[in-house]
């Protein structure tokens, strides 16, 4: 079982709101990344980190900013939720390696009102 | 364009009974191809690993294909149970180099009935 936890696993709020979802793991891998899942659709890369101090933007234009000060961290940040951000956000990591086998987090479930 | 297509989108069966998935990529160049499970409100799991060199991969009574010369893969069934009932997600990995990408299919809803 991948030790990769994300909080929370649901949220509502308002719009206009900041919030923050936590991604930790416990592996040591150091490759990071953060998707948007929406039903019946494809998952959207819209972050990705090789690092420490290292974040890229992904495929997916997103308003939200990540950071990578340790090593097992990867937070993501919406300074002003709105309705268009509700989607379901999947962390996952990877080692650095060939093969490439993502291990993902439960999700965060966003809602905003 | 490189991309992904799984087929079908959804599929009812019965319990006990086997069924196969689809996934055509235009993907290149390639590196792998990944097969994982979806559970309803829970994280995609890997199942299998698809390199250029392999035809056949098994894992319990999942059974994975590939024909590279025609950029299909296929993922089957045996004797289906309950639990099986999830999305199944192909990813094609483009170089499996540390900067190599990824590309995703729409996944597969698979739902098994007892």
């Known amino acids: 079982e991948a030790d990769i936890y994300q909080t929370p696993r649901y949220l509502v709020i308002g719009t206009g709101k900041k919030i923050t979802l936590e991604c930790s793991q416990t592996?040591?891998?150091?490759?990071m990344y953060w998707y948007q899942q929406d039903p019946g659709m494809e998952l959207h890369l819209i972050h990705y980190s090789y690092g420490v101090n290292s974040t890229e933007k992904g495929d997916l234009s997103s308003e939200s900013t990540v950071s990578r000060i340790r090593t097992e961290h990867f937070p993501l940040t919406l300074e002003s939720a709105r309705p268009s951000h509700t989607s379901q956000y999947l962390c996952a990591s990877s080692a650095l390696s060939n093969t490439g086998e993502l291990f993902f987090g439960e999700g965060s479930r966003l809602t905003v009102l | 364009k490189n991309q992904v297509e799984q087929s079908p989108q959804s599929l009812i069966i019965l319990e006990g009974k086997n069924c196969t998935l689809q996934c055509n990529y235009t993907v290149s160049p390639f590196s792998n191809l990944r097969w994982y499970k979806q559970d309803t409100g829970r994280g995609p799991v890997s199942l299998t690993i698809m390199t250029f060199s392999e035809n056949t991969k098994s894992n319990g009574r999942y059974t994975a294909t590939l024909d590279a010369d025609t950029k299909q893969s296929s993922l089957h069934i045996t004797a289906s149970q309950l639990s099986d009932s999830a999305s199944y997600i192909c990813?094609?990995?483009?170089?499996?180099?540390?900067?190599?990408?990824?590309?995703f299919g729409r996944g597969t809803q698979l739902t098994v009935w007892p």
């Open positions: 592996m040591g891998h150091d490759k």
């Open positions: 990813v094609v990995s483009d170089r499996g180099s540390t900067l190599g990408r990824l590309y």
